[in-house]
């Protein structure tokens, strides 16, 4: 389950051009800390793996790799904050509507 974690942040931030010193100013933790999540020596505490999810704009089920197949599910994956806004205001809509 946690085996790919590292390499999927890893490829979600050079994906966002982001350095490893500003990943690490973004979420709270040390340079060194960062390197050592991308290369599976240590695991992210759960605030920290939320922050890199939001600063990654996806999932913390997407890192875990926890199966979310569930139809009642959306992954926002690749979608730009402009985007997921407008999904966000729509569901509003659909549940306002009833």
Not at 28 to 47: A, K, M, W
Not at 54 to 81: A, E, M, P
Request: charged residues 25%; glycine residues 4%.
């Amino acid at each position: 389950m946690l085996e790919n974690l590292g390499y999927k942040l890893k490829t979600l931030r050079v994906r966002n051009q982001l350095s490893r010193k500003q990943v690490a100013e973004l979420v709270g933790v040390s340079v060194s800390t960062i390197g050592l999540y991308e290369s599976n020596e240590r695991l992210p505490s759960l605030p920290v793996l939320v922050k890199l999810a939001c600063q990654y704009k996806t999932s913390v089920d997407y890192l875990l790799n926890i199966d979310t197949s569930d139809k009642n599910s959306l992954s926002l994956d690749g979608l730009t904050d402009k985007q997921i806004k407008a999904l966000k205001m729509t569901a509003e809509c659909f549940r306002n509507s009833n």
